[in-house]
């Protein structure tokens, strides 16, 4: 059984891993603050966690250009939060920075798995990561978060996505992190036009054939609404069909902000494809018999 290895949690990789948005933003692109109160916060960890997340992922700043959050007041924001989710419910607890500072002070409160946009930026993410015997996500992106990628440009889109990721998984080896451990993320609208996501995402088993965990980060983004002409608040379909897309390619991980129709959808295909199988070795003993 492949497994994905996060400090005490073994989470089955023959199933799909649905991981629950939860920011604590005053200006997510999706929510727009929705959960920053913390009795609104973990309202929704609640609802995350009944509708099956295996994984509450917690934001303490957008990946977007926005007003600066000083390290101190990303702290405030999601140190606090990790210890409450830990607390409370038995899920595995993943967060979403680029700061290995960060990423210290929620490790010893109880997180399992550093998910890093910045495509580990910061030198000493994978080290601290390591130090705990934590996961983290190495996600593709051309700039720095938070900065406009106005004109990005690929040689050779997915074979540049897929050797950067592998060197960055190469790096967090080299740091210490256990190579079941580490997941990747094609990192859908982060330095990519429209077409260029679109054509990541129908590429994704370029990736998977790494032999690492994929993550797919599509939910509610940008190139899907541009893609169908759909608002921020309209893309819930479109989400939950991108991730089908990935899944039917061998995608592992699902970074998303509806639990529950996700869950539905993935679990519908693992049913049918299992069901596919069933009949097939049937067929294949009718045949022989």
Not at 245 to 263: C, E, F, K, N
Request: charged share 25%.
């Amino acid at each position: 059984m492949r497994t994905l290895r996060l400090r005490d949690r073994n989470l089955d990789l023959s199933r799909p891993i649905v991981m629950g948005i939860l920011n604590r933003t005053t200006d997510s692109f999706f929510d727009k603050g929705s959960y920053y109160h913390f009795d609104l916060f973990l309202r929704k960890a609640d609802e995350l966690v009944v509708d099956g997340a295996d994984i509450v992922d917690i934001g303490g700043v957008k990946a977007g250009p926005g007003e600066e959050i000083t390290l101190e007041a990303e702290l405030d924001r999601v140190v606090p939060a990790v210890q409450a989710v830990a607390a409370r419910f038995d899920v595995a607890i993943s967060v979403d920075t680029w700061r290995s500072e960060v990423l210290d002070a929620v490790l010893e409160v109880g997180a399992h798995l550093g998910n890093d946009i910045s495509g580990f930026g910061d030198l000493n993410y994978t080290k601290v990561a390591a130090r705990y015997g934590a996961g983290v996500v190495a996600t593709h992106i051309r700039l720095k978060p938070r900065v406009p990628d106005l004109n990005p440009h690929y040689d050779y889109l997915a074979d540049d996505v897929r050797t950067f990721l592998l060197d960055r998984v190469e790096r967090a080896v080299q740091d210490g992190v256990d190579p079941h451990a580490v997941v990747i993320d094609a990192g859908f609208d982060l330095g990519k036009t429209t077409s260029q996501s679109l054509a990541l995402l129908g590429t994704t088993q370029r990736l998977v054939d790494t032999g690492f965990p994929v993550l797919i980060s599509a939910s509610n983004k940008g190139f899907l609404g541009e893609t169908l002409g759909l608002g921020v608040t309209e893309r819930r379909m479109a989400s939950i069909c991108a991730a089908s897309i990935a899944m039917l390619q061998g995608a592992s991980v699902y970074r998303v902000h509806d639990v529950r129709g996700t869950v539905k959808a993935l679990d519908t295909i693992a049913a049918l494809r299992g069901h596919a199988l069933d009949s097939r070795d049937h067929q294949l003993s009718a045949n022989e018999a």
